[in-house]
């Protein structure tokens, strides 16, 4: 579904992804971690086109991405939560919800997307016309996923949605990932926390230093002796 | 008591006076607040739009508030035309490019119209021009009735637009982070052109309306654009009820100063009220965005 090739990028002279090669098929659950500053949030924001990369390819269901703007890749059904939510602090909550109904594939079914979240979400509803900004970081989060979950994405990308956050909310967001995913939903994960990702995802990729070093499925990873050493801490 | 029915009389002008000047002002907020861009021939732009409605008078003997309705589309079409063609390609350059891009368009808006149309002070008749209403006990000026009542009209407008549309929403959007709102799916660039083209729309209904109201001439642009950033200043960058606020205090401010200093000092006392804010609350009276 969606394919990167050879993927280099840079912020100024300084070398952030080196050849970054990887495919995520439709209705899978992959994981890419590995640790800060590895490159994750540079690739993510690549496939967004929030930033281009001065070498490779990224390509969603055989079309490349590479001429497209930020908001037409959001057309395309690929939706990102970036690290840190971004949501819109001067909002109201249902103000973020309607944000992320607003692009033209997903705006049709904006009431019936509202249920949907408040579904998944009921805390949501009850806060509906608070100011974001207001919210705990737990809420905000429900409220990133709820927002890019307006947006109806075929493909969903999640930048560190565990940071720093407490336990049962992250067992919450991590409920209902797994729910969009049996309900065949495209999810790409984004995390430093290994162990939780390898649990979720059924394959992962490790970036280290702007390189792929290691791919596989998750329990094969749990076993590796590198991957248990540098980031399961066993 | 006279002196009372003065004062009262002062206000009520300042604040008719300081709805024109919102009008002038809340489009560079907007402009502002999607593009971080502060456009100094802002107010330039204004004059152009009032030596339209002299041009269109002595052309086709148009009456100025009739001129509104021609001025307005083209207001709108040289807003988006100036956008794409000048800004867009400067604006992720060095903030000093952009400042002495917008200057720059001052010197040639001012020499242009000063080659076209001399320095001599102008003015255009209109059917309203020197014509007075009664409120009660107070005397208003009809052109500055229409002016404030048009001003108001828009206000409310604007801000239903802001609160309740897909567009308004788009503009708080990239208002509070572009990237963000690119990710909604909204096309940045796309709002940025017609929030710039929608700012000088604003100006081609201000400047019509002033014209009972000031006299014409060339170099009166970079005066208004400093007006427009002492309210945006006053308001906070980027705050539209706050730049309401900003316009009523100034006009008051300068109805008041006419009256109780006279024309030597009244120029002053919207400064000084500006140099107070900064002084005392540098972050605008209602906040804003840096």
Same mark, same amino acid.
């Given at each position: ?9 840079? &912020? ?10 990887? /495919? ?32 490779? /390819? ?7 991405? $590479?001429?497209?703007?930020?908001? /037409? ?39 019936? =997307? ?10 949501? /509803? ?58 065949? $939903? ?6 430093? =926390? ?10 992962? &990729? ?24 540098? &980031?399961?801490?066993? | ?16 006076? %300081? ?39 002595? %052309? ?10 021609? @001025? ?43 080659? @076209? ?12 021009? *020197? ?36 567009? %308004? !929403?788009? @503009? ?17 660039? !796309? ?38 950033? @002492?309210?945006?200043?006053?308001? %906070? ?9 900003? *316009? ?43």
């Amino acid at each position: 579904m969606l394919r990167c090739e050879g993927i280099s990028a840079a &912020y100024g002279f300084m070398r952030v992804l080196h050849q970054v090669s990887l /495919e995520i098929a439709a209705e899978e659950f992959v994981a890419l971690i590995g640790a800060n500053s590895a490159g994750k949030t540079t690739l993510l924001k690549i496939i967004s086109g929030l930033l281009r990369p001065f070498a490779g /390819e990224v390509s969603f269901r055989g079309t490349s991405l $590479m001429t497209l703007r930020p908001h /037409e890749i959001v057309h395309q059904g690929i939706i990102q939560i970036p690290e840190g939510r971004w949501i819109f602090p001067e909002m109201t909550v249902h103000e973020n919800l309607i944000m992320g109904g607003y692009n033209v594939r997903a705006k049709p079914r904006r009431e019936a =997307n509202f249920s949907r979240v408040f579904e998944l979400f009921p805390h949501l /509803e009850q806060r509906r016309n608070q100011i974001a900004g207001s919210l705990s970081g737990g809420e905000q989060q429900m409220l990133a996923v709820g927002r890019a979950l307006m947006a109806e994405p075929l493909f969903l990308m999640l930048d560190e949605p565990s940071l720093g956050l407490a336990p049962l909310i992250i067992d919450l967001i991590f409920e209902v990932l797994l729910k969009l995913n049996r309900e065949k $939903m495209t999810i790409f994960l984004v995390e430093q =926390n290994v162990q939780l990702s390898l649990e979720v995802a059924r394959r992962a &990729y490790v970036l280290e230093h702007g390189r792929i070093i290691l791919q596989g499925a998750s329990k094969d990873l749990q076993e590796n002796e590198a991957v248990k050493r540098a &980031y399961l801490g066993i | 008591m006279p002196g009372l029915m003065i004062f009262f009389q002062a206000v009520i002008q300042g604040i008719m006076m %300081g709805s024109v000047y919102f009008l002038m002002a809340t489009g560079l907020s907007m402009i502002f607040s999607v593009t971080r861009l502060l456009n100094f021939a802002h107010g330039d732009f204004m004059v152009v739009a009032m030596y339209s409605c002299l041009v269109l008078f002595v %052309g086709l003997k148009l009456d100025p508030y009739v001129s509104i309705f021609l @001025i307005t589309p083209l207001m709108f079409g040289l807003g988006l035309l100036i956008y794409r063609f000048l800004i867009r390609p400067v604006l992720r350059a060095h903030i000093l490019m952009v400042i002495q891009l917008t200057l720059g368009l001052v010197f040639i808006v001012e020499s242009g119209l000063l080659l @076209i149309f001399t320095a001599d002070f102008k003015t255009v008749p209109t059917f309203l021009t *020197g014509s007075k209403i009664y409120l009660g006990p107070f005397i208003v000026g009809t052109p500055l009735l229409v002016s404030f009542l048009t001003s108001s009209f828009i206000a409310g407008f604007l801000f239903w637009v802001l609160k309740t549309t897909d567009f %308004g !929403r788009a @503009i708080r959007a990239i208002a509070q982070s572009p990237d963000a709102a690119a990710l909604m799916g909204i096309n940045v660039g !796309r709002i940025q052109m017609q929030v710039f083209g929608l700012g000088f729309l604003l100006l081609g209904i201000a400047g019509p309306m002033v014209i009972p109201l000031l006299t014409m001439m060339p170099f009166m642009g970079l005066h208004l654009t400093l007006f427009a950033f @002492i309210i945006l200043v006053l308001g %906070g960058m980027g705050n539209f009820l706050g730049a309401l606020l900003g *316009g009523l205090i100034l006009g008051v401010a300068e109805a008041l100063g006419y009256l109780y200093l006279g024309a030597g000092f009244a120029p002053a006392v919207p400064y000084s009220i500006f140099v107070l804010v900064l002084l005392f609350k540098p972050q605008g009276l209602l906040g804003g965005r840096r």
